[in-house]
């Protein structure tokens, strides 16, 4: 069993920066491909950005250059670096693990855990 808490969300404006942290207990976290997803109201959950068990990391190209994704593994961590953020940016973020790397590809239905989200709004 995995439990992920995302933390970091909240009210920005637009071209302002949010960092993002997802904290993962219960498994063994460097071997489990991690990803962050996002999703509108109304609208199917996006694939956002993911790492692979082997490092490599994956963007979609809405936020490829303007979004960062890591992990700390010491602290079980999971990261997404959001810089220059627009409106369009608005959702609920959630963070996302299994053990394929597809997982971390876009691929949601092979993330096993997700967390509870955490919502993000800019303002124009």
């Known amino acids: 069993q995995v439990q992920l808490v995302e933390s970091g969300g909240g009210l920005v404006q637009a071209g302002g920066s949010l960092r993002l942290s997802c904290a993962a207990s219960?498994?063994?976290?460097?071997?489990?491909?991690m990803a962050w997803y996002r999703r509108i109201p109304g609208e199917q959950r996006e694939f956002i950005a993911g790492i692979a068990v082997g490092g490599s990391t994956y963007y979609a190209d809405s936020v490829n250059g303007r979004f960062t994704i890591s992990r700390d593994g010491a602290k079980r961590t999971l990261y997404l670096q959001m810089n220059n953020l627009k409106p369009e940016d608005t959702a609920v973020y959630y963070c996302?693990?299994?053990?394929?790397?597809?997982?971390?590809?876009?691929?949601?239905?092979?993330?096993?855990?997700w967390g509870q989200g955490t919502q993000v709004t800019v303002s124009s």
């Open positions: 219960g498994s063994i976290f460097s071997l489990n491909a």
């Open positions: 996302a693990t299994g053990p394929r790397n597809s997982c971390a590809t876009g691929s949601s239905s092979n993330c096993v855990y």
